[in-house]
């Protein structure tokens, strides 16, 4: 089941607090990035973030679940409703995540 673009949306504007947020489709699910760091995505309607060590520290109730069958497990968040838990969330996760791989340039 795909995420809508409704989710997508909604998740933006509690996100609007941090000014660098993107965002790139992927199969019918979002990918969430900050200052072009990949920090989670939207997976069948659910707000999923990498389990690195501070986002743990912050939802040390988050459930560890396979975004899609055969992946890396993410941390979901059940709640979506703390604008400023979600921005020092991903705040805080900023130096924690590994910086993007460059692309190859085509020939």
Known sequence: ?????EFLEYTLELLGD??????????GEYL?????KL?????DGRFMVKP????RALLPDAALEE????AKKM?????LEDRELLARLVTAM??????????KKKP
């Open 18 to 27: 941090l000014p660098e947020i993107t965002f790139r489709p992927m199969m």
């Open 32 to 36: 969430l990035y900050y200052r072009g």
């Open 39 to 43: 920090f989670g995505g939207l997976y």
């Open 52 to 55: 690195v060590p501070s986002a």
């Open 94 to 103: 900023h130096d924690e995540l590994p910086e993007p791989r460059p692309r």
């Open 67 to 70: 975004p899609y069958p055969g």
């Open 75 to 79: 941390l979901t968040l059940s709640s």
């Open 1 to 5: 089941m795909a995420t809508n673009r």
